[in-house]
């Protein structure tokens, strides 16, 4: 089971994954030929997986699903709560057809102590991922660990963190997922941190310094590309931009303002762009 080729994260139609949002998701990854669509489960018990399945499966569009978790079920308080809601999410995501689950599984958006991560909480965090991983193969699913800027979550920051987990778990099926927005925030380049990855790296978000437009910001997309070239990168390459935002993640991701001034701009410029770049470097 793998990802490969250019997605799009829901969030450019709808953060609520309903009947609605799938219909409209779908039909527009139809339209602009994205390859997979990266659905975001904020609610994942309240996701009609058989219509979203039905409707992918038409359309022959592939998928991914991504989520955080709650903050009064993560591994370092709560870890019978913590797997528990990544099986749920692990079985909605499998009856969707999704090729892997990603994103803050491993912890959640906003998930800080106010001072550095302890031995104690990797070693928590491994413990639950490990069994969530192993479910998630047991679902013929990849599982992926994001690593976030250090005001959504206070363990993965960087690839080099990423990978040390990755490594802590060891399971076949876990990976790395960088994204060019918060590695803008945290590494020393963001060829570094490609680099860094590189054996573990198997998805990756294309989004914008301002989570806007990318190719309108101030990514070095150049070397984004390069380095992906020089590692060989199959994997799936999702542009996240965040146009529709409601307040209980506005408030989480800090976005308290329009990011583009239409989903049609970033769909049609912010889309060719990157793909012209993915072609430029031979990845496409």
Avoid at 99 to 121: D, F, L, W
Avoid at 202 to 211: C, T, V
Avoid at 223 to 246: D, H, W
Avoid at 256 to 275: C, I, K, M, Q
Wanted: aromatic share 8%.
């Amino acid at each position: 089971m793998s990802v490969s080729g250019f997605g799009v994260h829901t969030a450019m139609w709808a953060m609520e994954w309903d009947r609605p949002a799938a219909e409209l998701a779908i039909s527009e990854a139809v339209k602009h030929d994205i390859d997979f669509l990266e659905i975001t489960m904020l609610d994942p018990m309240g996701v009609d997986t058989a219509h979203t399945r039905n409707l992918l499966e038409k359309a022959e569009v592939d998928c991914v699903c991504s989520l955080g978790l709650p903050l009064d079920k993560l591994p370092t308080n709560n870890p019978e709560g913590a797997l528990d809601f990544l099986t749920m999410a692990i079985d909605k995501s499998a009856e969707i057809g999704a090729k892997a689950m990603s994103g803050v599984i491993y912890g959640g958006i906003g998930q800080r102590t106010g001072s550095r991560p302890t031995q104690q909480e990797y070693d928590a965090t491994a413990r639950v991922v490990e069994k969530a991983a192993a479910y998630a193969q047991s679902k013929g699913m990849l599982y992926g660990l994001e690593a976030v800027n250090r005001y959504e979550n206070h363990l993965l920051n960087t690839a080099d963190q990423a990978v040390m987990l990755c490594e802590m778990v060891g399971a076949e099926n876990i990976f790395v997922h960088l994204d060019t927005y918060h590695m803008n925030i945290e590494e020393k380049g963001i060829a570094q941190g490609i680099l860094r990855a590189r054996e573990h790296l198997k998805y990756i978000h294309l989004s914008a310094s301002d989570r806007g437009t990318p190719g309108r910001d101030t990514i070095a997309w150049d070397e984004v590309f390069a380095a992906l070239a020089a590692i060989e990168f199959k994997g799936g390459m999702a542009m996240e931009s965040f146009i529709t935002v409601p307040p209980q993640v506005a408030s989480a991701l800090s976005v308290w303002r329009d990011v583009a001034p239409s989903r049609e701009e970033v769909l049609t410029d912010g889309l060719s762009y990157l793909r012209m770049k993915a072609n430029q470097y031979g990845l496409i």
